[in-house]
């Protein structure tokens, strides 16, 4: 990073001493004696000076006027004014185009030092926010939705589209581990809004009174324990994106306020009496079918018709088996820079595993594999021992593992049968022999209907009429 000055001064005797000065602090100095000159280098040669020292007055032009159209152009680090008068208009303006401060000739120069050595550190800390900005949009292109099956490539088509166009809501869908949060990651830092904040919440994770909290924040005294003002998330995101993961598990009476905040553009906080303005985009997605959602009255219509301006679902990665082969090489190189590994090398064995596998918990549960085969890694060679994928299926027929023998069920232990696999059969097995009676089936397991839904839709079991 430079760490140029640039002085702007058309007096010899004070630049020659300004020049003297900060060289002697270690500054890289460059010396612009007009308006001309110094218009020269901040746009023909692109100096990016950190920090910037003008005079006002300079003999064929403003400073104020330069400040005005380097930040016009997007121009980055800070401004020190110098004037001989102190006008206050003067003063007004330059605090208006961002200057760091105005200071009156003649000034000291342990003064000047200061607000130099200021300047500089609030020009480092902008530098930093650019380049991770600059950084995060890199990273979050659509080609990092990897893979070069027919599904992803639709999918990056679409999320490329998404990025070029500014609009305010979108549904992502798709199962458990499929790159919901990566995909709306894309949406936002590839798309129009990327300067602003992302502002993430699992609308799962927290209990109704917090929630509707944490989403419009509240005033002081607003219920026990409300000491302060506090913005909510929603408020957070102003000129950016929230994404609400798992939206379906928001209570329908808060998705009747965010649908008054996504319809009005404004909020008011919990125990507010003023309507507060915001401008965000609203990234929601769900691992459910939330028009089933809708049908049992857990879900508002009129929400899922104002989110779903754009609606994009992601594939499991049973339906896009062939990415394998693009993801696996990207995971190791991960952890072999994280762990220190050198593993290169994948034999074929590894390879037929890992494509005749169903993934239940589709891209996230391969990266736990790679990592798990990478990090236990003696060599470069790719470990088979530790993929650890159980069947290759996620529930087994009764001619396979998982026989039906009367009353009971029999399952291997062997390593051929996962966790997951083994509850989706049980699942799978109480429902045709209770008739596909939920309430008897949770009585026998001694759970909730709820938890037993919940299990037949995470497995993909197929109830039959």
């Known amino acids: 990073m430079s760490e140029t000055l640039l002085i702007i001064e058309d007096e010899q005797l004070l630049g020659t001493e300004l020049v003297r000065h900060f060289r002697h602090a270690a500054w890289e100095v460059v010396w612009a004696r007009s308006f001309r000159e110094a218009r020269r280098q901040l746009f023909d040669r692109e100096l990016d000076p950190l920090v910037v020292l003008s005079d006002i007055n300079l003999p064929d032009g403003n400073g104020l006027d330069l400040l005005g159209e380097v930040r016009q152009h997007g121009g980055s680090g800070e401004w020190v004014l110098l004037t001989g008068y102190g006008e206050v208009p003067d003063s007004v303006r330059a605090m208006r185009l961002g200057a760091f401060d105005f200071l009156t000739k003649p000034c000291e120069l342990d003064h000047l030092d200061l607000v130099i050595n200021g300047a500089a550190r609030g020009a480092r800390a902008q530098r930093r926010l650019q380049d991770e900005s600059a950084n995060r949009a890199r990273r979050y292109l659509p080609d990092s939705f990897v893979g070069h099956s027919n599904p992803t490539r639709s999918v990056r088509e679409l999320l490329t589209k998404l990025t070029q166009v500014p609009f305010s809501t979108l549904i992502i869908s798709g199962e458990t581990g499929t790159g919901k949060g990566l995909a709306a990651r894309i949406v936002h830092h590839g798309g129009p809004r990327a300067t602003g904040p992302l502002v993430e919440i699992n609308c799962a994770a927290l209990p109704h009174e917090l929630l509707e909290s944490e989403l419009f924040g509240h005033e002081a005294g607003a219920f026990t324990g409300a000491r302060g003002r506090r913005r909510g998330l929603l408020e957070q995101a102003h000129g950016g994106t929230i994404f609400l993961d798992e939206i379906v598990e928001m209570p329908v009476d808060l998705q009747a306020k965010l649908l008054k905040v996504i319809e009005d553009r404004s909020l008011r906080r919990l125990g507010g009496e003023r309507e507060i303005r915001v401008d965000v985009q609203v990234l929601a997605a769900t691992n459910q079918n939330i028009e089933e959602q809708i049908r049992n009255g857990s879900f508002r219509t009129d929400l899922y018709h104002r ?103 029999c399952l291997p232990l062997d390593g051929s049968m996962g966790l997951d696999d083994m509850v989706g059969r049980i699942i799978e097995v109480m429902l045709q022999r209770n008739g596909n009676n939920v309430t008897e089936i949770s009585r026998l397991l001694k759970t909730t209907r709820e938890k037993v839904r919940y299990r037949i839709e995470k497995y993909h079991i197929k109830v039959s009429d």
């Open 307 to 409: 989110l779903s301006v754009f609606k994009l679902e992601l594939p499991p990665l049973r339906e896009r088996i062939a990415d394998i082969r693009d993801l696996v090489p990207l995971f190791v190189s991960e952890f072999n820079s994280i762990a220190g590994k050198k593993v290169s090398e994948i034999p074929d064995e590894v390879w037929r595993r890992l494509e005749s596998y169903q993934w239940p918990g589709n891209v996230r549960e391969l990266r736990n594999v790679v990592e798990r085969c990478v990090l236990f890694a003696t060599d470069q060679r790719f470990p088979v021992d530790w993929l650890q994928l159980g069947s290759a299926v996620p529930a087994a027929r009764e001619d396979e593992c998982g026989a039906v023998e009367k009353d009971r069920l």
